[in-house]
């Protein structure tokens, strides 16, 4: 029988884990070797990546994207498992433990259960899913609702919101005034924003910035460009305003109606958390809660920080996921 190692990727495996990614997914969804790298080796709080070889081929992985996030006081890594692929030849079903389970759980010892990071958590295809909640200890963490506002005829961008080009350290001070109304949330730092907006191998994306008479940032909205799973919606990937700015908040809202509206969009999409100031205050500006096919599922390593304290506490946007 042919020997199966289990192991950390190296940047070395790329070429190797894209042809993988060819052979399970088919050269029409296949992601390229640049995207894959982008995914693993060049993010900024380090990889999260375990591999499976055999006969001098990658038959497996397992993907995840590691974020430095504040919670409870402490600066701790948490991942969203992103990308996980088996070889047709080397699957199993649902009935026994396969590669797939060897390869996850190989992977959530090595960086959750003996390794720092505090929450690995993803929005699951279905099978998936199943897969991860009988082997893997993935635990519901919410059925995602999402908030949508039809885009009106007459809207126009407010003077003084502009769109970065760049970001600068006046992105953490931003970032550091909203985190006081968080228990828990993705740092946003110029490294992160540059790599997750800027330098993205196939999205576009639009920062969009109000700031003061000095210059520095008092509220930033992304929003993402081009089709996605929302068809005639535009998605507000990011949005980063303090509660105790509501003037920000309403100038930055009606630029994120103005550009979609100039991108052609009938509408508009954001996730926030349900708990948050900001899904009330969207409602309040003529948003609607709707349901969405999105499930959220995670797994803490921490007692402390179980699903139950991350349903409260834990800010989340579509830029903490995969799926904009």
Request: negative net charge; contains cysteine.
């Amino acid at each position: 029988m042919t020997s199966i190692e289990i192991r950390p990727l190296v940047q070395e495996d790329l070429p190797a884990l894209a042809r993988c990614h060819e052979r399970v997914f088919g050269a029409a969804e296949a992601h390229a070797e640049e995207t894959l790298a982008w995914g693993t080796c060049a993010v900024p709080a380090g990889p999260r990546a375990f591999v499976a070889q055999a006969d001098g081929r990658i038959v497996g992985a397992y993907l995840g994207r590691a974020q430095a996030t504040w919670i409870g006081g402490e600066l701790r890594a948490m991942v969203q498992s992103v990308d996980s692929m088996i070889d047709p030849e080397y699957r199993a079903g649902l009935k026994r433990p396969g590669l797939f389970v060897n390869l996850a759980r190989a992977y959530f010892d090595e960086y959750g259960v003996r390794g720092e990071d505090l929450v690995h958590y993803g929005w699951p295809l279905e099978k998936a899913w199943r897969i991860g909640e009988r082997f893997l200890e993935y635990r519901l963490l919410r059925e995602e609702l999402v908030l949508v506002r039809e885009v009106g005829a007459s809207v126009s961008r407010p003077p003084g919101v502009e769109r970065l080009e760049e970001f600068g350290p006046d992105l953490k001070w931003l970032w550091d005034r909203c985190a006081t109304s968080f228990g828990a949330a993705a740092v946003r730092d110029a490294a992160w924003a540059r790599w997750r907006f800027l330098d993205h191998p196939t999205n576009i994306y639009t920062p969009l910035g109000l700031r003061d008479d000095d210059g520095h940032l008092r509220g930033m909205c992304v929003m993402r460009e081009g089709a996605w799973a929302w068809p005639g919606a535009a998605a507000v990937c990011d949005w980063l305003v303090p509660d105790t700015e509501p003037e920000v908040f309403s100038a930055l809202e009606a630029a994120a109606c103005a550009h979609a509206r100039e991108q052609g969009a009938e509408r508009l999409v954001i996730l926030v958390p349900c708990w948050s100031d900001a899904f009330a205050r969207f409602q309040a500006c003529g948003w609607r809660v709707q349901p969405s096919p999105y499930r959220c599922v995670a797994r803490s390593f921490d007692k402390r920080f179980d699903l139950a304290w991350l349903r409260q506490r834990w800010w989340t946007t579509l830029a903490d996921s995969d799926l904009a």
